[in-house]
């Protein structure tokens, strides 16, 4: 069976005795401490997880600032998005996943601590490389805990290089220029996933510009996560959604956050809720306000 937007604890557990070709992923990361997700990795994780650091494997390299505040790659490979968090290429990632042992006949599955805020990246990184086996496990390390998973400290021994073959992409990436064709127009909306305070400009810790993409609608990442640190059920998602879009086409819903994380678990969310594909602008707010010819809404 392949397992393509969530996975439950149990449900791991059974891939795992069943031998079939697999590779779990740590992505626990903390954005103010990012040497923290690593250490937590370090003093537990599921048996056999490859770590994936933020900053350093689901990211391109920072250049130098650029006309206007973009940023301009110090290597070959541009980066495929602007922010503080821009994506690496498509054939950057996919060395990166080679030099792991990731291969293209594996189920690949994602967790964190944090919610999902992390480890979203990486499920839609792998559709954008046209990998659709790919499961977030629902609960993160917490829920996989509480099943009595096994956990082992340390460090993991080397996998093999694989030679992991790119696919068309199987998620949409925005661009900055993107959004701002179709700002205003019917066949766009918009959905911001920070926090409210940001969204509505009150309060801006990260960015040199307060506010939002005009027409954004606001819906915090953190109102997909149920009392019991899981998805909410498909049927309450779809009316959260529902209730939010008022009407508009599910299929004209670009996803945006501060920097292109912690939009992915709305993404995912509206996929669970039977709403989705749909697109994600990855440079969001950071790449977004970086330029002051772009029009900004408090």
Request: proline share 7%; hydrophobic share 45%; net charge negative.
């Amino acid at each position: 069976m392949t397992y393509t937007t969530l996975i439950s604890a149990e449900q791991l557990q059974s891939l795992m005795a069943s031998g079939a070709p697999l590779m779990v992923f740590d992505c626990s990361f903390e954005l103010m401490q990012p040497a923290a997700g690593a250490q937590q990795y370090a003093q537990a994780h599921i048996p056999g997880a490859v770590y994936a650091h933020l900053d350093t494997h689901l990211s391109a390299k920072h250049g130098a600032p650029g006309a206007g505040g973009t940023l301009t790659a110090q290597e070959a490979d541009q980066p495929a998005s602007g922010g503080r968090h821009p994506l690496p290429s498509r054939e950057r990632f996919a060395t990166w996943l080679s030099s792991v042992g990731f291969a293209n006949n594996m189920q690949a599955v994602v967790y964190d601590r944090q919610g999902a805020n992390y480890c979203g990246r990486l499920w839609w990184m792998l559709k954008w490389a046209g990998h659709d086996a790919v499961a977030v496990l629902d609960g993160g390390l917490q829920a996989w805990q509480a099943a009595d998973g096994a956990v082992r400290s340390g460090e993991e021994p080397a996998h093999f290089q694989s030679h992991f073959k790119l696919g068309a992409p199987l998620r949409t990436l925005a661009t900055a220029g993107d959004v701002l064709a179709r700002l205003g127009q019917p066949g766009q909306t918009v959905i911001d996933a920070r926090a409210g305070a940001r969204y509505r400009g009150e309060v801006e810790p990260l960015d040199p510009v307060a506010g939002h993409i005009p027409g954004a609608l606001n819906r915090p990442f953190v109102d997909n996560i149920g009392a019991d640190g899981r998805f909410k059920p498909a049927a309450v998602l779809r009316a959260e959604f529902e209730a939010l879009l008022a009407g508009r086409d599910p299929a004209t819903v670009v996803h945006q956050c501060g920097s292109g994380v912690s939009a992915v678990p709305n993404l995912l969310a509206m996929e669970v809720a039977g709403l989705g594909p749909t697109a994600l602008f990855a440079g969001s707010w950071s790449e977004w306000c970086s330029d002051p010819a772009r029009p900004v809404e408090k």
